[in-house]
């Protein structure tokens, strides 16, 4: 028989390796299309679909950019809906929608199939293919963590939850969209003139096209650091007890009737 050494050939759920720790597990594929009805793409990274997350997240930035979409949202919601049509590149508005909708029904219909992928292996021994990683320039290895840790820091500056977590390459993509939307929109300044008290300066520093970036992607970023954690630790309970099941409860140990002691 040939030998089988895809991981996903073997039934495995989990893979290990020195970029981070991506798994199968269950997901609500509610949660996912919201999350992709927020910023495209964002669905397919809670699914660790990364090539094409990434490919709508930047092609999200990209056409927005061209399009001026959030500027015209940011006069809509101001009630100036003259000024929203003004701005707005109507050349490539219509490239926008089929692309936006495409992106919530395939991380819905994505969520679904990896569910039921998960409940057809779920009954498997061993659903990793291991547990510790050495490599020359890195080391991973499957234990627990804190959720709230994973919370906290990723709160305090996008990216680092995903690094605590071991999540190189989504760490990585993160810390450099939190980089050019900071430097872009001029947050970190508009903060500083509003703690000085000068709130008009404050105002008018912020470039409202790049700004309204960052509310759906800071708040992905803590989500999706805490559900990886959580779903990190299920993965190490699950692991740890297939092998005390393996190594230390042998089937034929029969433990007697004892004594009872006063």
């Known amino acids: ?31 996912v299309a919201l999350w992709s009805m927020a910023f495209p ?67 819905h219909r994505t969520a679904v199939d990896l569910n039921k992928v998960y ?3 779920k009954g498997n021994k061993s659903t990793i293919n291991r547990r510790l990683v050495i490599r020359p320039l890195e080391i991973n290895y499957l234990d627990k963590r804190c959720p709230v840790s994973a919370f906290f820091w990723s709160m305090a ?34 903060i500083h003139y509003l703690i000085l008290g000068k709130l008009e300066t404050s105002v008018n520093v912020l470039d409202k096209q790049w700004l309204l970036y960052m509310p759906s992607f800071y708040f992905f970023t803590i989500y999706d650091a805490y559900v990886g954690v959580v779903e990190n630790n299920k993965l190490f309970d699950r692991e740890q007890a297939a092998l ?3 190594y230390y409860q042998k089937g034929s140990l029969l433990i007697g009737k004892g004594w009872r002691v006063r």
């Open 244 to 246: 005390l099941k393996a």
């Open 157 to 190: 500056v996008p990216s680092v939850g995903h690094f605590y977590n071991h999540r190189i390459i989504s760490g990585l993509f993160t810390l450099v969209t939190t980089v050019i939307y900071v430097y872009h929109s001029h947050l970190l300044e508009g």
């Open 119 to 121: 409940l057809s292996h």
């Open 1 to 31: 028989m040939k030998r089988l050494n895809n991981a996903g050939e073997q039934g495995n759920l989990a893979y290990v390796s020195i970029f981070g720790t991506t798994q199968i597990h269950l997901r609500n594929p509610m949660i």
């Open 41 to 107: 793409g964002f669905g397919h990274l809670l699914l660790s679909k990364y090539l094409r997350g990434f490919a709508l997240v930047i092609w999200e930035i990209y056409i927005n950019q061209t399009i001026h979409l959030n500027t015209a949202m940011v006069y809509t919601f101001m009630g100036d809906i003259d000024a929203a049509k003004s701005v707005l590149d109507i050349q490539f508005m219509h490239l926008y929608i089929p692309v936006y909708l495409f992106a919530i029904w395939d991380s």
